[in-house]
């Protein structure tokens, strides 16, 4: 059963860091693109930041250069720094495993962590 647990959400203000974590189990993760999603109250859930196998990343424009996703494939872990935050990343961040590492048709969800940033 492949599992993926999202860890280290929380409360931050505005200009502050958080570190996601996301521990992946069941799965062959390094075949696996792996990358982070986000949903806001009353908003669709979209693609933040993504990792391919060899690790080729991409982002989107609205945290790049603030953001930063790593993938450790050996710890079976994948993370995403999160500096200068702004009260508008606020949102439930969500990780995703993709085996093609396009990140529009997603194989695995995480049941995601809460990232609250005040202003």
């Known amino acids: 059963q492949v599992q993926l647990v999202e860890s280290g959400g929380g409360l931050v203000q505005a200009g502050g860091s958080l570190r996601l974590s996301c521990a992946a189990s069941?799965?062959?993760?390094?075949?696996?693109?792996m990358g982070w999603f986000r949903q806001a109250p009353g908003k669709d859930r979209e693609f933040v930041a993504g990792i391919s196998p060899s690790g080729t990343t991409n982002y989107a424009d609205s945290v790049k250069g603030r953001f930063s996703i790593s993938r450790d494939n050996n710890k079976i872990t994948v993370t995403l720094q999160m500096n200068s935050l702004k009260p508008e990343d606020t949102a439930v961040y969500y990780c995703a495993a993709d085996i093609y590492s396009r990140f529009n048709t997603i194989n695995y969800w995480g049941k995601g962590t809460l990232v609250t940033v005040s202003s």
């Open positions: 069941g799965l062959t993760f390094r075949a696996y693109g």
